[in-house]
């Protein structure tokens, strides 16, 4: 799977997913799409610091090869 891919799934399904405030108010909310962990507060130096991204890319993994 692709990794940009993989950054927004496991952000769209952690409860913790902190995201930076972009400070611009164009009358639009942050929207699922621009949900990835590379955009996380929690989420620096290419790693979690809650060490979320394994468990919830592994939890991911396993449901999409059960479907």
């Known amino acids: 799977m692709d990794q940009m891919y993989n950054f927004a799934q496991v952000a769209n399904n952690c409860s913790q997913y902190s995201p930076y405030s972009s400070g611009m108010t164009n009358g639009t909310s ?38």
């Open 30 to 67: 942050d929207s699922a799409a621009d949900c990835s962990c590379l955009n996380c507060q929690n989420f620096k130096e290419h790693h979690c610091q809650l060490d979320l991204y394994d468990k919830i890319n592994e939890n991911l993994t396993k449901y999409s090869s059960e479907l």
